[in-house]
């Protein structure tokens, strides 16, 4: 069975980096998708960045551009999530998942799995 924990939310001042962290079990990274995505209260939740298996191709949402980073650690179930200059409207409930759809600025839960989530949020 498929596993996803996510770990590195916490509160952040505006302006502020965090280091999110997906460690996935019974799945080879190696030959999927991942994405990270998010959901603040009273809102849908979203796709944040994505990362393609096959050209490492990176994807994210307009309004992260420039601030946030998706990562791989090569030969590891382990990706991450830097995102820097956080605002208050990224506050949300991170989630990382396996094998969203991920190209053409598209960042789309389908089959794969969910973690638990982790808060994150920006706030003086």
């Known amino acids: 069975q498929v596993q996803l924990v996510e770990s590195g939310g916490g509160l952040v001042q505006p302006g502020g980096p965090l280091r999110l962290s997906c460690v996935v079990s019974?799945?080879?990274?190696?030959?999927?998708?991942i994405g990270w995505f998010r959901q603040a209260p009273g809102k849908e939740r979203e796709g944040v960045s994505c990362?393609?298996?096959?050209?490492?191709?990176?994807y994210y949402r307009d309004s992260v551009k420039g601030r946030f980073t998706i990562s791989r650690e090569n030969g590891k179930n382990t990706f991450y999530l830097q995102m820097n200059s956080l605002k208050p409207e990224d506050t949300a409930v991170y989630y990382c998942?396996?094998?969203?759809?991920?190209?053409?600025?598209?960042?789309?839960?389908?089959?794969?799995?969910w973690g638990q989530g982790t808060q994150v949020t920006v706030s003086s």
């Open positions: 019974g799945l080879n990274l190696d030959y999927y998708n």
């Open positions: 998942a396996t094998d969203p759809i991920c190209g053409n600025n598209q960042i789309i839960k389908r089959r794969g799995s």
């Open positions: 990362i393609r298996s096959g050209d490492g191709i990176r």
